[in-house]
């Protein structure tokens, strides 16, 4: 017993090292001297001072389980195991420890709750609709989503990922709706990790997505606790980290990563206008400007006569073939992007001045590029930008260079080529384990009233059925099961 | 020995209707109405509702000898004629596959080389477009019929026939049934080459949740295969005089080039490219049955047998090298579709008839 006292003392000791660790020990004018011990920075002074300091010193002849009761504070332990004294430390507990009872250790929770204060989103603006977003504690965050779920059938499961970053995750989902199949294969994917530093749900969505070669996101990332919630009741799971401000929703298909969460806000028929506009701009930017090169470099018999003449007059006194033209111009347009993004936002604006007026104007009066595909790749560019979704949006930029290629090689024919092999390719996409493409194949008509188009509310008498889930019907008043 | 196919993976028997429909609508349908007007001029569209009528029959037929044991041909064929027999059958089925993936893919290229680049490289075509198929096959039968379900994109150019409908001359259809029922029957064979692939089924009945339920799903993509081709073969009978479709090579094609919008023309240039969604679907499929015949065959994992079969039909592609080349493997492969269809599926149907109880094999 004195041995292994010792032993607590000497990993005590060796937590010292670091000098931000405090050991007080009171054992001048008391005949019961108690050591407390802390990380300086994790614990909120006031707590410890205000809270816990005059309860100590006025009852420190009692035992510390008399001592337990009497705490003002929720998250406390009594423990005598060394690992979860030492977990409850690193988290910004304060471990108190009586002489007289040995290895028996106090922890309680003292932590600093440092953190933005919930903000409005800025990702996923909407003009309609709440104005919360997601912060970095996840306490905070789960806090948002239990108000907008008072329901005891929302569960949680909270897991530590990452062997240096101890991340804290949990998996939320709702008991009798949520298929478990899903939960459990998420559960599992996490339970598998094994990496070092995992500091954002970005990261681990990498780590457990289906497919980790395809440049497609497989999960959906938000910041808007309306729409983890709204989510949550269709049947679907969601991801929360500690330190991450957005949530992954999973299982999901293409065209959710289409939707803006204020088309649900909407009437349905701008929601719906909305929607098919997304999804013509995202077609549009994938292959606008391929299409540009294969008329300009093989199809001219395509293009009609009072077209053609346009083309040919702006192209005549360009000096290079169309694709070099094209491809200068697309990744022109993804520089200003990256450099807009790396800037600081005051300086920024300056990449707006720089890339609309001089770039382009002058580019043109150099003859380096045709002002129709100028006008091409700014809208093709624009029409990426509406897709709500930011690692979405970058997919479909990095996608217009291969069919860009392929119009180069075959023309027409060297665009559907590398069109079929996005579309297998999409085929065999799974988001844990739910097909991709859902619900246009497998095709699901009872889902369609809520993909490209966005039907009354009335028309969603049962949630998704690719999500499988336990309980279809999302009215109070049970539908029969066809 | 079929029956090994996981609960998961098998697909809602509404997914028979694309296979189907997809590997009929090959490569055939390009050139099928001269060939036939040949024979039989203006009755040729009766020529097409024959040959689906004969083709609904077939399905019939099929679906009893199946429905009745159960199991893909694969097996049936084992059981049917011992292990030995059985199996050169199945070796006669993957060779008719692996010629109707080959046929489709030299065809395909030969188009693109006709209409659109024709100094491309015969290899690297079937290279790409075989790799293409490759990748879906290695995602499953699911992934197959996905492409399938794709393929069907092709039809947002059939509105455009309307445009075609003042320049129609009905009275080019006219006597109507004034050819003798020998040539009726010549002409049938030769339809029937555009028809061919819906023995593929064969292959694919035990993978579909109640099989026996994918048969409507069969009819229905017969039915529009049939309404397809008439509306084809109307257009080009009417279009053309009936010397003058007889000339024309590509009457689909040439049919296409009459059309233009305000900013498209040349539409026989988007025609082709989508062609390529014609031809990708059947590749996989055979590319796909094949597979499965060998492994049901010789046990070898379809990972080794589906890149070895995709490079026999890049080295058949390569060594066609014209169109009369290409027109005669299009002669034996028409035969041996006649043959199957009208003399092997009868023949099962009659024996499957008799039999009391087909064994498991």
Known sequence: MNNKNDDFNEKLKMMAGSSDFLIFEKRSNFSHPFTICYFKPLVDPTILHEKIMPLLNVNADQSLDVLFAMLPITEKKLTSEWKSVEEGLLKGYAAIRFRAEGNQTLIVDVGKKEGRNVQAPEIEFSVIGPKEAFVESITANLNLLRKRLPVPEMKTKEMTVGNLSKSKIAVCYMEGITNEAYVNTVIQRIEGIDFDFVLDSSMLSEMIEDSKKSIFPQLLDTERPDRVAAALGLGQFAVFMDGSPHALIGPVNFALFLVAYEDYYLPWHMASFFRLLRFFAVSFSIIASSLYVAATSYHYEVVSTSLLSTLISSRADIPFPPIIEALVMELTIDLLREAGARLPSKIAQTIGTVGGIVIGTAAIEAALTSNVLLVIVALSALASFTTPNFRMSTTIRILRYPFLLGAEWLGLLGIFIVFAFLLVHLLRLKSIGAPYLVPVYPLRLSDLNDSLIRLPYSSFPRRPSFLRTRHSSRKSVEIDEE | ?361
């Open chain 2, 1 to 361: 020995m079929a029956g090994k196919i996981g609960e998961k993976s098998l697909l809602s028997p509404f997914m028979a209707f694309f296979a189907a429909h997809c590997m009929q609508l090959g490569i055939g349908h390009l050139t099928f109405q001269s060939d036939v007007a040949k024979l039989v001029g203006q009755d040729s569209w009766i020529v097409v509702c024959l040959t689906g009528i004969m083709f609904h029959l077939v399905i019939w037929m099929m679906y009893r000898v199946l429905n009745k044991a159960q199991n893909d041909i694969i097996s049936i064929n084992q059981a049917f004629f011992g292990r030995w027999a059985g199996n050169v059958l199945n070796l006669f089925f993957l060779g008719y596959f692996l010629l109707f993936g080959g046929t489709t893919l030299r065809t395909f290229i030969y188009v693109v080389q006709v209409w659109l680049f024709p100094d491309v490289q015969t290899w690297i075509l079937s290279l790409i477009l075989l790799l293409l198929a490759c990748y879906a096959v290695f995602g499953g039968l699911r992934t197959v019929i996905g492409v399938c379900l794709f393929s069907l994109i092709h039809y947002v150019l059939l509105p455009l026939h309307l445009e075609l409908v003042p320049y129609l001359h009905f009275n080019n259809l006219l006597p109507a049934m004034d050819h003798s029922t020998s040539e009726m029957i010549r002409a049938t064979q030769k339809m029937t080459f555009s028809f061919l692939g819906l023995e593929i089924l064969m292959i694919y009945y035990p993978w579909f949740k109640q099989p026996q339920k994918s048969e409507r799903w069969v009819h229905l993509a017969n039915a529009a295969t049939t309404l397809f081709y008439l509306i084809e073969i109307a257009a080009s009978l009417t279009f053309f005089s009936k010397d003058q479709l007889v000339r024309v090579q590509w009457p689909t094609l040439a049919l296409f080039q009459f059309f233009r919008l305000p900013y498209i023309e040349r539409f026989e240039f988007i025609v082709v490219t989508f062609n390529l969604l014609r031809a990708v679907p059947i590749l996989c499929l055979c590319l796909w049955s094949a597979s499965r015949i060998a492994k049901t065959i010789t046990r070898i994992r379809p990972s080794r047998t589906v890149p070895f079969f995709a490079a026999l039909l890049a080295i058949f592609a390569i060594l066609l090298p014209d169109y009369s080349a290409i027109n005669q493997v299009h002669q034996w492969g028409n035969l041996m579709g006649n043959g199957l269809v009208y003399g092997y599926i009868p023949l099962m149907f009659v024996l499957s008839m008799i039999a009391k109880k087909v064994k498991p094999a």
